[in-house]
């Protein structure tokens, strides 16, 4: 077993084709341009309904300020991620029918697609607790709950609408709870949902710990030994990792790091997570200025992982 591009593990029984779990924005329909509301703050610069599309949406779906989103006010949509929901609703569960002139399809694709989103979160999440968890029972219990989690995802629209999306995501966070458990073998500094904003944690040991959905916002971790640590949910908006060890951290994503700061001696924990463009080259601690904490609220289109 391995990982793979975009942290899905190809070899995932039950998994339709080959999913990618990252975004193809192409192969999608803007839907987080439109579904989802916006909050202005300092993740976006300004406020719009659900089922509005942004202004800067153009009429072949793509952003009009796309490469230069940050210097626009719109930071939060640079650390965004569908996890391949879009284009799963887009051409599969709407085969290809876009919500453009169809107001009855745009209200049911707006309605699910959030739901899909949280769903194909989890099984990014599932795809590493397989990789990750001890062969035997508990990564054969990773491997069906994916396989499970991917069917809901597969639903038809009228099921998706009215699925209960929190004893799903209860019964995945109860199986990364173990999983962690058993790969960190007793964890280290037991931190869930510690409120360590703007901390300062620089060079601190924290390997192996339990960092699980900890607000970590502004947070100094300059050269932290963050090895094996659960970062599950963790809040690391403007989060300094200059320097920082994240080898092996467990449940990182893609939108956490883009929404943290860090430079070219931070160490990623896999191949599938990639260096954010914002990150500077140079010595530790040199990162980009922080923007005001707190930037993302709820109901903006950013929404912390977790499970």
């Known amino acids: 077993m391995s990982t793979a591009d975009g942290g899905t593990w190809l070899g995932m029984p039950g998994r339709p084709g080959n999913r990618q779990l990252r975004a193809d924005c192409a192969s999608c329909f803007a839907l987080c341009c439109v579904a989802l509301p916006l909050t202005a703050s300092a993740d976006f610069a300004l406020d719009k309904p659900p089922g509005q599309p942004c202004v800067h949406l153009r009429g072949d779906?793509?952003?009009g300020i796309h490469a230069r989103l940050r210097q626009e006010g719109f930071r939060g949509c640079?650390?965004?991620?569908?996890?391949?929901?879009g284009q799963r609703v887009s051409q599969e569960t709407f085969g290809g029918r876009s919500?453009?002139?169809d107001p009855d399809t745009a209200r049911v694709m707006f309605a699910i697609f959030p739901v899909v989103r949280h769903l194909h979160e989890k099984l990014h999440h599932l795809a590493e607790a397989a990789d990750r968890a001890p062969t035997g029972p508990l990564r054969a219990e990773a491997v069906e709950l994916f396989g499970l989690i991917d069917a809901l995802a597969g639903s038809e629209p009228e099921a998706l609408a009215v699925l209960d999306v929190d004893t799903h995501r209860a019964v995945v966070g109860e199986l990364l709870t173990r999983v962690s458990a058993a790969v960190r073998a007793g964890g280290g500094r037991p931190l869930r949902r510690a409120d360590l904003v703007g901390a300062r944690l620089r060079g601190a040991d924290l390997r192996q710990a339990d960092l699980r959905g900890a607000h970590l916002i502004a947070a100094?971790?300059?050269?932290?030994?963050l090895r094996g640590a659960d970062l599950l949910g963790a809040d690391l908006r403007d989060a300094d990792l200059a320097g920082a060890d994240l080898t092996g951290a467990l449940f990182l994503t893609q939108p956490q790091l883009d929404a943290a700061r860090g430079d070219d001696a931070t160490r990623l924990p896999s191949s599938s997570l990639v260096r954010p463009g914002h990150w500077v080259t140079g010595p530790a601690g040199a990162g980009e200025t922080p923007g005001r904490a707190g930037g993302a609220r709820r109901g903006s289109r950013r929404s912390r992982p977790g499970a």
């Open 78 to 85: 640079t650390v965004y991620d569908c996890f391949g929901a």
């Open 61 to 63: 779906d793509r952003c």
């Open 220 to 225: 100094d971790l300059v050269g932290a030994d």
């Open 99 to 101: 919500w453009r002139g």
